[in-house]
């Protein structure tokens, strides 16, 4: 047992104010989505003609509580931003009181800007790219809901209520996944991603059950002032169980299978689910959890080891995808390894990763919207193949898309070269295997979105016959430019460290380590590996002509890429034949086992039923007979008793 | 000699006493009135009296004085005779509560077609011109209302009864008026008056057993009184085998009456004989009064001789319920099944009976085993007098369809009546969420703190076996489809008749207190153990 002052780490204490003045708004921000899903869940078909309008509405008046709170927030004291709202007692049985808290503190309101805001934004695009959908009203209630989940969990002030979010998430992604679920493949997706999460859920689930055993609490606030008392193995394995939990949400190897299948889903969704919401949630769970995970080093390494493999392997799937959709998908993957390998650094690299997380908010939305943009005007194809030349047909997409790319490729100036070369920093600084695996990542991430960017938007036209591309409507292009400033812009939070500051009440200070190299080495070093990156995406892809179906005579890598590295197969293998075995033996035990002996034993008793029913023959005489048996068993039984 | 005058406490005797007078003003009502009011005066006399009863019963409960420093509440009344205490007071609200529910079940005249299940003219012979001409007159007994009465004003002074000649006075007024009303079905006469025939003679049978035991601990003790022979029974006065043989004797007529095996012969042949509404009342209050009665006489008057009389009931409990359970797996007919079922639950309820008695041995928060009876019965009572409910409007051609063959199918074509009645059964069977897991539990805690764990574990066994054959009736109504007839048409299925209110509304309050006993029980419970402990 040690002190909390004796951690290895300073491990930052929850101590939050009540809300009072316009924090006690905060509930709203969850409120009002939630009560758009509700309106436009029970009003029917008599919603349907402005409930789109209803939808945006709620999530822009929540982005705009969001951002009045922030303001406020910016100006208290930095030991006072931590408040908390308690709106009743959600569970009250014996030991386990919880409350439904809402903790709101520097990290909750990057996350409710960030949620609500491209939520928002994508709320508006989709306007447009549903008009046409006889269920467009559902959808908007379904967004509404993945909004007022994904702001639950980011909001609660304990693991209950993070898991209220985070099964609420789950819920409105199995819908909106399904969305379109006249389409075979759409069910399966989200059926899909709906299983894959629940292995997460069971992580998460046992988790809470073992703190709340631990430590008689759920609550942020109470385990961050009392986790260092407890044991490092209790709190490894807690750990750990919140990494499975993280994977499963944020699509980290093992549990990857679910996001690529999950682009079966309208565009809108997957920039929903791939920016703003749902797979930053592992990410935010690991950070919110530093107090478990500063006191667990062995859990910290596997969250490492899981970000890299992760960050390798949605940057190798990306390469190799034709769909466009997929590729980004990957290329999601991957940027959520970075993030988790930021989160996984521990001090140094929580801030980090929330800045990624929020930078690749910006540009993963703009270029998935602008994915939809491009779809809608090539009649919802998703081939590459088919694409080609687009810059012209679609400048406005073009540019933003250009905007996001530039971004996501880390070119200097650019949000994502900001926050990317952070955490490679970072982790050479920690562990340069690590490092230079992630420096890795980051050139073959500039190889697989010059790919998609050459296919899509240059190189010669390779469209269908009929089809006549054409720039979408303002509606949907307007979300995309802003978008694109703010994937331009978004290194500004980086300006004087601010958001290093901003967080170190959450997530606590590093002491500053010295990097292997110099700043300035490591920088220009990330941006050549970059360069050669492009250059091969140029030379391979650029230069030549795309065929139109893909070629088959191609290397091992490239076949297992597009088999999503196998992804299926070793899931397959791991859980879905054991899985199927098990049920198979356990269905097979009960069938002649359990009912065996439940058969058995009725008919056994139905027999001794049968004999005995002979008894009650309708005599009265033999019922005399049988009392006068029973006077003699009563007294005998005394005597016996008594006597002997 | 000086005739003392008795004092009788009339305010708290008031309950007993006016349903005693209720019943005798129904006898009037019956020798004046001329037939064509007599229904409508008797129903609404009988009605009126029970719910007057109740409410003075809940008058005496909330004004009954603390004795023994706060652990039991009441007084001796009527010079010593009838202990009015929380146990009691409990006791008279339930068989009161279920009396209500009979009540309705006995006026409901829709489902025959405009008459009551009773007989139009008990003497007329079965298959007679005499019998043809009362049915074509629409006549009928009305006289079933104050026969009820008198058989409540039994119930109640049976467990209220503090010496032994007046509980034998109360078994025998408890029991006359239930072999009449036994008799008085309207349909399968013969089977009807088979049945009360055979009940009276059983019931004659053990009553001289009891009266015999009654005389034999008279020449232990010396005295009729509760108190008195637990007086005799702590300084014991050498007379061992006189009290055991007497006791055991007591023990006899009043197994009998709860029917405990090997004395449930009567049980499945009168269920089954007895018009299904006196069916329905006699299951429920008359095991209410009984195991009162039971209680009584061997909690305070054999009290301290516990560890004499309760191998003996070790070894009845286990019979019974194993006998209960296991034979009512092979009956086909719904009355039959439920009265092996209430044969079963009596085992159960001996089971309760065997438990931990004093306050000082319980664990915090745990009831004793006099309140977990108390609570059973409430629990038994609700679910035995809406499932016979529900059997008196299942019917086909032939009346009644109590076979179970005629219930396949039942949950679609009447899903609601259906429901009801496999509520009842969840909760005879002890399905969480409804009353009776509530009261098995209470029972089963509190004989397996007494160490009566063989008891236990048989009931526990005999819970399984009798969740099969509950089990399968939900089956058959729900899940199966009717037997094809050798002509390859459908055999004939019963049908619901619609009935009036009165049997709805007391099917309807059955649901509705099995549902909310086993969601919420403390406030049922509570009213348990406050009604505290027996004055002795």
Known sequence: MYSLSEAAHQVPVIEPSAADGTFSLLWLVIGLPLLGA???????????????????????????VSLLLFVELLGRDEGDRSITQHLYDWIAVGDLQ???????????????????????????????????????????????????????????????????GWEGVGLASYLLIGFWQHKHSAAAAAKKAFVINRVGDIGMALAIALLF??????SFTAISQVSGAAEEDTLTAVGLLLLLAA???????????????????????????????????????????NFIFELAPTAQTVVVIVATVTLLWGAVIGCAKDDIKKALAGSTMSQIGYMMLGAGLGVAGYAFAIFHLITHGFFKANMFLGAGSVMHGMNDDVDMRRYGALRHAMPITFLTFAMGYLAIIGFPGFSGFWSKDKIIETALAENWVVGVLALLGAGITGFYMTRLMLMTFFTTKRWKDDVHPHESPGVMTVPLVVLAALSVLGGVLLLGDWIVDWLA???????????????????????????????????????????????????FATRAARADLYGDGINDLLVGRPGTATVRGLVTGDRTLVDGVFTGGSSGIKAVGDLLRRLQNGFVRSYALSVLGGVLLVVLALLAVNLA | MDFV???????????LLIVLGGACLGVVVEAFLPRAVRRTVQVALATVVLLAAFATTIWVATDLAEVADGAARGLLAAEGTIVVDGPTVFLWGLVLLLSLGGVALFAERRIEGGVSAFAGQAAALPGTEAEREVSTRGWEHTEVYPLLLFAVGGMMLFPASNDLLTMFVALEVLSLPLYLLTGLARRRRLLSQEA??????????????????????????????????????????????????????????????????????WTPDVYQGAPTAVTAFMSAA????????????????????????????????????????????SQTDVKRMLAYSSVAHTGFLLTGVLGVQGAGELADGQVTSLQAVLFYLATYGVATLGAFAVVTLVRDSNGEATHFDRWAGLGRRSPWLAGAFALYLLSMAGIPLTAGFVGKWAVFTVAMSAGAWPVVLTAIASSIVAIFFYVRYIRIMFFAEPDVGPDGHPGEVASVTTPSLLTSATIAAGVLATIVIGVVPGPVLDLASRAGDFIR
């Open chain 2, 286 to 329: 008359t095991k209410v009064a009984a195991f009162g009665a039971l209680l009584r006489l061997f909690y305070v008057a054999f009290g301290s001789d516990r560890w004499s009389w309760q191998p003996m009931m070790w070894v009845i409990a286990i019979l019974t319920m194993v006998v209960g359970a296991v034979v009512a797996v």
């Open chain 1, 98 to 164: 919880v409350g439904m808290d809402l903790l709101y503190d520097p990290l909750s309101a990057l996350f409710l800007l960030l949620i609500t805001g491209v939520g928002s934004l994508i709320h508006v695009y989709s306007i447009g790219y549903m008009e046409h959908d006889p269920r467009r009203r559902r959808f908007f209630a379904y967004l509404n809901l993945f909004v007022a989940a994904m702001l639950m969990l980011v909001l609660a002030e304990n693991y209950l209520g993070l898991f209220l």
């Open chain 1, 247 to 289: 994977c499963g949400k944020s699509a980290q190897v093992p549990l990857q299978a679910w996001l690529l299948d999950a682009m079966e889903g309208p565009t809108p969704v997957s920039a929903l689910i791939h920016a703003a919401t749902m797979v930053t949630a592992g990410v935010y769970l690991v950070v919110r959890s």
């Open chain 2, 196 to 265: 009360a025939l055979k009940y009276f003679l059983l019931g004659a049978f053990s009553s001289g057993f009891f009266l015999y035991g009654v005389a034999l601990v008279y020449g232990f003790a010396g005295s009729m009184q509760l108190a008195a022979i637990a007086e005799a029974v702590r300084n014991d006065t050498g007379n061992q085998g006189l009290l055991l043989v007497g006791m055991g004797m007591l023990a006899v007529g009043l197994l009998f009456k709860v029917g405990a095996a090997p004395f449930q012969g």
């Open chain 1, 213 to 218: 055993t631990t430590f008689g609490t759920t």
């Open chain 2, 5 to 15: 005058k008795p004092t009788i406490e009339y305010a708290e005797l008031a309950p």
């Open chain 1, 505 to 555: 009440p959450v997530v606590g200070e590093a002491p500053h380590h010295e990097p292997p190299l110099p700043i300035i080495v490591i920088t220009l070093l990330t941006v050549a590996v970059v360069a050669v990156g492009v250059a091969a995406a140029w030379f391979l892809v650029g230069k030549r002509e795309v065929p139109l179906t893909p070629p088959q005579d191609v290397s």
């Open chain 1, 38 to 64: 509700v309106v436009l869940l029970l009003g029917g078909r008599a919603t349907d003609r402005w409930g789109h309008w209803l939808g945006t509405l709620m999530s822009l008046a929540s982005f705009a």
